[in-house]
Nanobody, 124 residues
Framework: QVHLAESGGGSVRSGDSLTLTCAFS????????IGWFRQAPGKVREGVAS???????LVRESVKGRFTISQNMADDRHYLQMNNLNPDDTAMYYC??????????????????WGQGTQVVISS
């Protein structure tokens, strides 16, 4: 059974940084793709960044240059480094996984397994 656990959220000020971690447990044959998504109150969920088993990445245009996705497959950890945060980044952040074959994607319909989320609040 696959389980995803996000951590690293919190309340910070504009300009600060946070690193979110997604801890993967379980087994997926051959490889997996990871997506980071966020949902702000009253808004639809949107894809932020994604990475596949070949380390190909996809990053939302509005966060390019500020957010970086990475992973350590040996430790089953996936990361979202977020720099220069602003109030528009306030949201619940979710980690999602899809089994091989898959590709990096910002479409939440491409992911079938989800974590519970970690809250990020940015104050001005």
């Amino acid at each position: 059974q696959v389980h995803l656990a996000e951590s690293g959220g919190g309340s910070v000020r504009s300009g600060d940084s946070l690193t979110l971690t997604c801890a993967f447990s379980g087994y997926i044959y051959r490889g997996r793709c990871i997506g980071w998504f966020r949902q702000a109150p009253g808004k639809v969920r949107e894809g932020v960044a994604s990475i596949d088993y070949d380390d190909n990445t996809l990053v939302r245009e509005s966060v390019k240059g500020r957010f970086t996705i990475s992973q350590n497959m040996a430790d089953d950890r996936h990361y979202l480094q977020m720099n220069n945060l602003n109030p528009d980044d306030t949201a619940m952040y979710y980690c999602a996984v899809e089994a091989w074959p898959c590709g990096s994607s910002l479409d939440d319909r491409d992911f079938s397994m989800w974590g519970q989320g970690t809250q990020v609040v940015i104050s001005s």
